[in-house]
Structure formats: C-alpha cells, structure tokens
C-alpha cells in the first residue's frame, strides 16, 4: 500500500528499478519481479514515453474540500491544477 500520509492509504504499490533508501522504514517488502520474462516488462514499462508532458503546474489551498487530505508527508493540502 502506497500513502502520502494519515488517512491517504491507497491500494498500490511499488514495483522499483533501483535502491530506493527514502522507502525504507515507511514500507514492506512483500515481493520480487523474480523471472526475466518479467523483469522485461517491468523495464518495458519504464522505458515507455509518458502519455502527458506538464508545461506548468499551480498548486494553491483549496479552499472547496470540507475534508482535506495530506498530498506529501510533511501534512500540507493543497489543490493541484494542471495548466
């Protein structure tokens, strides 16, 4: 389970290419990519162009949400609105 802090648990996980020190202590290892068949489709993946290049992003308070939710650890909200 991914989260970026109290109550944003979500149903997902990381699948990592190379040692990622800033999960240690925040996540458990529960599985490995263990054949090459599927290690070549995880670095496939990786390796794919993104769908959606951002020019700019505006991030501001929102102020519509009655329950806020942390976006990043250090317990911030805020609305992100792709411009």
Do not use: H, K
């Amino acid at each position: 389970m991914a989260n970026l802090g109290r109550d944003s648990t979500g149903p997902q996980f990381f699948i990592t290419l190379a040692p990622t020190p800033r999960l240690n202590g925040q996540y458990t290892i529960f599985g490995q990519v263990a054949d090459e068949r599927s290690q070549d489709v995880v670095r496939a993946i990786a390796a794919a162009p993104t769908a959606v290049r951002l020019g700019r992003v505006t991030i501001a308070a929102d102020q519509r949400s009655r329950r806020r939710r942390a976006l990043w650890p250090g317990g911030g909200t805020a609305m992100v609105t792709l411009i």
